[in-house]
């Protein structure tokens, strides 16, 4: 039997090609009989650069720019031709956040703007992998970033800036008049086809919004949910209302209607919510939003992949209902299920029933630690557990031959 290991990177413990290749010799233990390939995916969040770089080629240059926290921190960018690609996680990962100073009401995702302000030399197209943040500020940071590398100085008074680079707690203090420079922000990215990776296809506000649905794993408590959820609504209002009318073309305008019409469609859209409303703010600037699972699927060419093996093992830290809105797992069993080839998948934790992951194609899943008392010890040894677990599952699906 052919299997190809294609899974997404393990939290802050395994990236991509590490979780692949523990799958890999895991497999290989259980199922030596076995041909296993290795694929491995990202969806705009951690791996997404070397995920790309893997496949596309390319030159991975070098920069610096401020981490969630305000320090400098190294990141990368991949230019491949006029087309740059860069990780947002390389500047606002939650893994540069020590777990004692986890906190989303002070986090800035100023950094991201660096990072896409260093992409944009000589760059047609800037392609943004959003995922895996520790900030919830809806792109403030990001705004502000890219606001002093491409505006004249003072274009953003002191005051304001000292907002937007303070976490999302005081967004809500932010008024249209303190955003009147985003037109030209805007106008300034106008000759750059700008595009957002979003790991989720979540809305920026709501239930499931950036606050509401990720802001507690970033450190967050309840209270402080629902307080960035109504900052965040505050500035959404105060820079939609800034921005004005968007326009495309001659008489076309993009959004349509009044301050809050405009508000309500940017907040809505799928990916809005990614890396704590980052997708947003690249959404005010003109963005297309795209499920960073189904590109990076695309540049690897999956389905063709996929189509030469009898079987597809995928996995990530922990599946939830977030595996669903746009994540690796979700993408592989869709590019899987028209082929006909059984998608398994091998996570940490799987804490969706199976008529949801029926529903969305996968044929079984696996827990790599069979009992919560067990996640501890499989988070000490990450890569012995991912290997001892593929092996069994590989018995599962692939018994030995007879002799």
């Avoid at 932010?174 to 809305?203: E, G, H, I, K, M």
Wanted: charged letters at 20%; glycine letters at 14%.
């Amino acid at each position: 039997m052919r299997v190809l290991m294609a899974p997404d990177g393990f939290g802050t413990r395994l990236t991509p090609a590490q979780a692949a290749d523990a799958l890999r010799d895991g497999w290989r233990a259980g199922a030596p009989h076995d041909v296993v390939d290795v694929c491995p995916l990202a969806d705009g969040g951690p791996g997404f650069v070397a995920t790309l770089h893997a496949s596309l080629g390319g030159d991975v240059e070098p920069v610096t720019v401020t981490s969630p926290l305000g320090a400098p921190v190294p990141a990368a960018l991949l230019r491949v031709g006029t087309t740059v690609h860069v990780e947002s996680a390389h500047a606002l990962g939650l893994d540069l956040v020590p777990d004692d100073r986890r906190d989303p009401t002070r986090t800035t995702s100023r950094g991201a703007g660096e990072l896409v302000a260093a992409a944009l030399r000589g760059a047609r197209r800037v392609v943004v992998g959003l995922g895996g943040s520790a900030t919830n500020d809806a792109g403030a940071g990001l705004l502000l970033g890219l606001a002093t590398a491409l505006l004249p100085p003072g274009a953003v008074a002191e005051r304001v800036a000292a907002l937007l680079a303070a976490g999302g707690g005081g967004l809500g203090e932010v008024t249209a008049d303190d955003l009147a420079w985003l037109p030209d922000l805007r106008a300034a990215l106008r000759d750059v086809d700008l595009l957002a990776a979003v790991d989720v296809d979540v809305p920026l506000l709501g239930l499931q919004g950036a606050s509401a649905g990720f802001s507690q794993q970033k450190g967050a408590t309840p209270e402080q949910a629902q307080a960035l959820e109504r900052a965040l609504g505050a500035f959404a209002h105060a820079a939609t209302t800034a921005l004005g009318p968007v326009r495309t073309g001659p008489g076309a305008d993009l959004l349509g209607g009044g301050p809050d019409v405009r508000a309500a469609r940017l907040t809505g859209l799928p990916g809005a919510g990614a890396a704590g409303g980052v997708g947003f703010a690249l959404a005010l600037l003109g963005a297309r939003l795209l499920p960073g699972a189904s590109l990076v699927a695309d540049a690897v060419d999956l389905p063709g992949r996929i189509a030469r093996h009898d079987l597809v093992v995928t996995g990530e830290g922990r599946t939830d209902w977030q595996s669903l809105h746009g994540k690796v797992v979700a993408e592989v069993a869709a590019r899987a299920l028209p082929l006909a080839v059984p998608t398994v998948v091998v996570s940490g934790e799987v804490q969706v029933g199976r008529r949801e992951l029926s529903a969305a194609g996968v044929t079984a899943a696996y827990a790599v630690a069979d009992d919560p008392r067990d996640v501890p010890a499989a988070l000490a040894d990450p890569v012995g557990s991912l290997r001892a677990r593929a092996a069994r599952v590989a018995r599962t699906w692939s018994p030995a031959r007879g002799s």
